[in-house]
């Protein structure tokens, strides 16, 4: 069944499906922007991303070249010879080390990274989603994503963050979003000269917008992110996991948003009304 919501499902941002949600949303995002971006650009799902720098490189773009793996690791198993018998190497030592949960969600973590079709390809956009970890203060994953948001603008990318969680604590931006902003996405354009630092804000009831997207000179793509959303809510089959019947989901919401949330889910059937017309 499609969400009730006009945009984001507030009961589906504390709920742990929010991290498949967040896979397919990005798998949407790449298969909604492929065709415009084609045959100049191409999107790519990555958990890594190079820096170069826009300002150094010819037409506002980040070179790749040269970023080869320092170590290459082929397929083929080593053998320890004896005379004429081939053994098999052992380990001398050995250890296992194990990831934290914090470094371990954040290696599974991907983001959009828009390339120019060039041999070597250039990196000119990448694209955020934020996750929980990512708001959380002190968290590996939060402490990764500022180091890597910094490297990326600071090399040159156009920088785009969605944040579809009200709750956490959003990464600094250098614009002031407006108090009655629920959801946003910062956008910071890189320029021959430094950067525009944009906000895109809306509130709970509003549809989520569709964004531009940055490119080269004057290129620009378009992510319907209400498409993004959909699509893999009815896939993955969200509201199987969704209690309209709760409370509202932390953070508290304003008293104005409890009353229309609680109309909107009576009148798609999610929530019972009162006998003699009186509503619950």
């Not at 959380?136 to 603008?153: D, T």
């Not at 895109?200 to 531009?212: I, N, Q």
Request: proline content about 9%; overall charge neutral.
């Amino acid at each position: 069944m499609p969400t009730p919501f006009p945009g984001m499902d507030p009961f589906l941002e504390a709920n742990p499906l929010f991290q498949e949600l967040h896979t397919q949303m990005l798998a949407e995002m790449q298969a909604l922007l492929q065709p415009q971006l084609r045959p100049k650009y191409v999107a790519r799902l990555e958990r890594h991303l190079s820096e170069g720098s826009v300002w150094d490189a010819p037409q506002g773009t980040i070179s790749l070249e040269r970023k080869e793996p320092d170590v290459a690791i082929a397929s083929r198993v080593a053998h320890q010879h004896t005379g004429s018998v081939a053994m098999l190497a052992q380990p001398s030592a050995s250890t296992a080390e194990d990831l934290d949960a914090d470094e371990l969600q954040l290696r599974k973590q991907r983001r959009i990274v828009i390339y120019v079709q060039d041999r070597p390809r250039l990196a000119v956009t990448g694209i955020e989603l934020l996750s929980l970890g990512n708001k959380q203060p002190g968290a590996v994953a939060q402490q990764r994503y500022l180091e890597k948001r910094a490297s990326a603008l600071h090399g040159g990318l156009h920088w785009v963050e969605i944040d579809l969680l009200r709750g956490g604590v959003r990464p600094p931006i250098p614009v002031q979003p407006p108090d009655s902003a629920d959801y946003l996405t910062y956008v910071a354009q890189a320029t021959p000269t430094g950067w525009n630092h944009l906000v895109y804000a809306w509130a709970l009831r509003d549809p989520l917008p569709v964004l531009p997207i940055p490119l080269l000179g004057e290129d620009q793509a378009q992510l319907d992110l209400g498409r993004c959303f959909r699509a893999p809510y009815d896939r993955i089959a969200a509201d199987d996991d969704v209690d309209c019947t709760a409370a509202p989901p932390a953070p508290s919401l304003r008293r104005s948003d409890v009353r229309w949330m609680s109309e909107l889910l009576r009148d798609h059937g999610l929530r019972k009304r009162r006998r003699g017309g009186r509503r619950q």
